[in-house]
């Protein structure tokens, strides 16, 4: 947050597949949005991608604060929701392969 308030910032990737929770910071940034709620934004973010839910549209391995592990937890309702690392996936392989310095 602080380098966005800063203007230290050229983009921001912002991730949040199980709350509702949106960006906080004061100053303006280009935002990529992986997110169950969009439509929550302040101002909306310059590239939206809907994400589904771990645990709810897809499976996933969640950390259980009581035993301090983790743990598989299988979809309780399973939609075709894109999953935030099949979003990533999907990012990475559209950019231009990486060459060296």
Excluded: Y
């Excluded at 906080?24 to 934004?41: G, H, N, Y």
């Excluded at 598989?72 to 392989?93: F, Q, Y």
């Amino acid at each position: 947050m602080r380098l966005v308030d800063n203007g230290e910032a050229d983009c921001a990737l912002w991730i949040v597949a199980t709350s509702t929770a949106t960006p906080e910071w004061k100053q303006s940034v280009p935002t990529i949005a992986l997110t169950c709620a969009p439509d929550r934004f302040r101002s909306p973010p310059d590239v939206a991608i809907a994400v589904g839910s771990p645990g709810v549209d897809h499976d996933a391995v969640e950390h259980l604060a009581t035993a301090g592990t983790l743990t598989a937890v299988r979809a309780r309702k399973r939609s075709n929701a894109l999953s935030v690392a099949d979003a990533i996936g999907k990012i990475a392989a559209a950019l231009p392969a990486a060459r060296p310095c």
